[in-house]
């Protein structure tokens, strides 16, 4: 029988292929099997049909000792499920050990959001006479005017912006397009870097659309780094996160009566449950609001 680690592999290589998961997700299943696999090793699992509903609840004991959150903890059982769902399937195992093994009870946390002032402050932040500040206003522009994710914007290449049209072409989780109409402040901020700033970065061709002072596609780390020392400078209380201009795209939007469903093709939610976290952003803003101005609130 093949090894542990062999298996492993077989089924990323599934998943990949059949389900066209994002990279930032396989990752995170490759982590959570390795783990899975190696503690199984640890304690003389020969194979995994060696593997009962025993052993795998004394594993998630140890992720609970090591103070992993119960959502951490969810993606883990989900992972080894998933993992074992599919050996039973390709006949790799005779028996799942995960039947019965319930998903922990998870609290749903409201994303943070910036206010709209706080949004502006943040898009004025970037220094206009420098064309690194001017690919910035662009880029802030196109993540708060579309929502669309930072790696999205990152992997952006110049014939998805269409100006004369006023829309982008994005490829989000499983390359699945969707096309997002942009405001004219977007489009203004994209026009002036493609016809000013984006020149002066430029090296050698490229088809990409944001580029570093070495004329190289910007990375994700870059983009956030660069999100994080605008948002120090327009003097943010909220501590930034990576999603919070596309949660605040969301929320802003439904706030002022766009349909959860127009909202939900434009983020590229396959499931509309995920979308409607926003609505309950929004009540939650509107309650702050009335106890804050409210006489008698």
């Known amino acids: 029988m093949k090894v542990f680690i062999d298996l492993v592999k077989d089924y990323l290589h599934f998943i990949r292929v059949e389900r066209q998961l994002a990279a930032n997700t396989l990752a995170s299943y490759e982590r959570d099997l390795t ?16 593997i009962t509903r025993a052993d795998i609840q004394a594993y998630l004991l140890y992720l609970r000792q090591t103070n992993k959150s119960p959502r951490t903890m969810a993606r883990h059982i989900s992972s080894i499920r998933s993992f074992h769902q599919f050996l039973l399937r390709e006949r790799l195992t005779t028996q799942d050990p995960t039947v ?7 609290t749903q946390r409201l994303p943070d959001v910036l206010s709209v002032e706080e949004v502006e402050a943040l898009i004025n932040a970037p220094h206009h006479n420098k064309p690194q500040g001017v690919r910035d206003t662009a880029m802030l522009e196109l993540l708060y005017g579309t929502g669309m994710r930072i790696t999205e914007c990152m992997d952006l290449n110049i014939d998805q912006i269409h ?3 006023g829309f982008v072409r994005i490829f989000g989780k499983g ?11 977007a489009l203004t901020a994209c026009e002036r870097y493609l016809n000013e700033a984006r020149p002066q970065l430029l090296k050698e061709p490229t088809e990409a659309l944001f580029i570093n002072q070495r004329g190289k596609r910007l990375t994700r780390q870059g983009c956030w780094k660069l999100i994080k020392q605008h ?3 327009a003097k943010l209380q909220k501590a930034m996160t990576p999603h919070m ?12 009566g766009a349909d959860i469903r127009a909202v939900q093709e434009m983020l590229g939610h396959a499931d509309i449950a995920t979308t409607q976290i926003y609505t309950h952003v929004s009540k939650t803003r509107l309650s702050e609001v009335y106890k804050q101005f409210h006489p008698r609130a």
């Not at 390359?175 to 402040?185: A, C, D, N, T």
């Open 35 to 50: 783990a899975y696999v190696q503690f199984m090793q640890k304690n003389q699992k020969e194979t995994l049909n060696d």
């Open 100 to 106: 019965h093994i319930d998903l922990p009870k998870t």
């Open 163 to 165: 100006l004369t049209m």
């Open 175 to 185: 390359h699945k397009e969707r096309i997002v109409p942009l405001g004219q402040s």
């Open 231 to 233: 948002a120090q400078q």
């Open 245 to 256: 201009l596309r949660h605040s795209f969301a929320t802003h939007l439904i706030e002022n």
